[in-house]
Structures are given as C-alpha cells and as structure tokens.
C-alpha cells in the first residue's frame, strides 16, 4: 500500500510539472534532432504527433506504422468490461490509426503483460474478440512479445501497412458491413473516410458526432448511459466490500487456515477449498 501511494504522488507531481501535448511536443523535437544528425530524415514523411508514422517506402508507396497503449484501470476494467470486447477494442485502436491516414492494415503486432493469476478463461476470451476483428479487416497477427505485469493487463499493440487509397475505400465497406450486421434494429454508426495527411473528413466527422449527440439526447441515451454507468460503479463497490468482508470473516474465525492446510495435504483441491470458504461464510450470513 505505501508504494502504490508514493507512485500515486510521483505521478501527481510529474503530471503537474508537464502536460501530455508538452511531453509530446518535447519529445518531437528531441527526435527530429536526432534523426538529422544520422541523416534519417528525408524518409520520413509524418512522424510524432499524428495518428500514425508514414514513413516514404518507395515512390509509388508509403509505409504506415502505428502503435498503441492499452492499460488496465486507465482504458478498461475487466469488472466492467468483457475479455472478448477488450481484445476487439485492442485491435480497433491500431485500425482506425492506419484507417485515418488513408491506408488498410496488413500486420499486427501485439504485446501483453500479463498479471500471474490472471484466468484461463479471460484470455481465451480476449482472443476471440482480438482474431474477430482482425478476420473481418485481414489483418495477419505476426508477432509480438509477453511478459508478466504485476497486477494489471497491458496491451501494446502495433499495426504496419503500406498506404493504398483504394483499399481504404474496401476497409471502409468492410466495417460497414460489420456494424449493419451488429446494428439489430438500432440505428447503424456512421463509417466515415478521414485522410489527415489532406484534412479529408473531418467536418463530416464533426458533423456525425454532432449528430450522434442529438439522438442520444432526444432518445434518454445519455440518461441510460448514466445509469448504466452508476450501476457498473455500485456493483463493482459491492463486490469489493463484500469479498473484503467474506475474507475478514474466515480469517477471524480460523477457517481460512483450515482450508489452506487441507489444500498444502492434498485434501482439497484450490476451487474446493474456495467453495467451502463461500459456503461457510453464506451460513454465518444466514
């Protein structure tokens, strides 16, 4: 606990001392110095900053690379989240960057840090919504690295693609024809073309979020969201509280200790061990 707090201060006080657009204004400089002084510059076409870098492959085509943080606690929450949304969501945000700039993604890579005890189950989950994706955008998985976090999921993931105008239009109707499919009988979202290089689409962006904003308001979606929100927020409190009291329960009473030397015996199993605790703790309830 005192670490995390001493973190927790560390990072106040550097997020006091610089925002994140100095961070990446600082940061842009330091690497244009660096790329003249080797010579590297003149290839590079967009760099820090934009939504992805384009780097000059050849003359008739430019290479796309973009890379992307998600953090656990700060993108998503596994309490609130599904395993399988989270590992689509992965994917999308290395997508629209390249999408953005007017190319379509070939190859992924993707590197997670994993905490130890982190279910089975989850991360078959987070693969199925990851290799959905990326079946319906023919993006090819191509590697990647692991590596354990101490508690909480990290996914960086990394998309390459040489720019092809004409294939953004295909992108285009592809994530169109997913989101028709997904719709069900509400309204469909807008799938928009936006090419930054040339500031292409961004008032119809503008224009659709707008309009996004005015239906949720006329139909109580910001009101349902709210609430959906708040209702996440309890049950997420409520489970934290009531596993706090269940384990400060079976620890005063000794039970905890008795499960924990039938399991290093060989009586019982960890998932039995478990349930007895459950069990015991729902009786002392009753």
Not at 234 to 239: D, M, P
Request: some cysteine.
């Amino acid at each position: 606990m005192k670490s995390a707090r001493v973190t927790e201060r560390v990072t106040e006080r550097i997020s006091e001392r610089i925002s994140e657009r100095q961070f990446v204004n600082l940061l842009r400089r330091r690497a244009a110095q660096h790329a003249a002084r080797l010579g590297k510059s003149s290839a590079l076409r967009r760099g820090i900053g934009e939504d992805c870098a384009v780097i000059a492959a050849s003359r008739q085509k430019d290479l796309l690379i973009t890379t992307d943080l998600f953090l656990e606690g700060v993108h998503f929450r596994r309490q609130w989240q599904a395993a399988e949304a989270v590992g689509y969501k992965v994917l999308a945000r290395g997508l629209s960057d390249i999408a953005a700039m007017g190319g379509v993604p070939r190859y992924a890579f993707l590197s997670l840090g994993l905490p130890r005890r982190l279910p089975a189950g989850w991360l078959d989950g987070f693969w199925r919504g990851f290799f959905r994706l990326a079946a319906a955008a023919k993006v090819i998985l191509a590697g990647g690295d692991t590596g354990a976090s101490p508690h909480a999921i990290v996914a960086d993931i990394m998309v390459v693609n040489k720019a092809d105008l004409p294939g953004a239009d295909q992108l285009a109707g592809q994530l169109q024809a997913m989101v028709a499919m997904a719709a069900r009988g509400r309204p469909e979202t807008p799938i928009l073309r936006t090419v930054a290089t040339r500031r292409e689409g961004i008032a119809e962006l503008a224009n659709a979020i707008e309009d996004h904003r005015r239906t949720l308001k006329d139909s109580g979606g910001f009101e349902q969201q709210r609430l959906e929100r708040a209702r996440r927020q309890v049950l997420a409190s409520a489970r934290h509280r009531l596993l706090a009291d269940m384990l400060a329960a079976v620890e005063g009473d000794g039970r905890l200790d008795e499960v924990v030397r039938a399991v290093a015996a060989r009586q019982l199993d960890p998932s039995a061990a478990a349930q007895r605790l459950i069990d015991g703790a729902a009786d002392g309830r009753g």
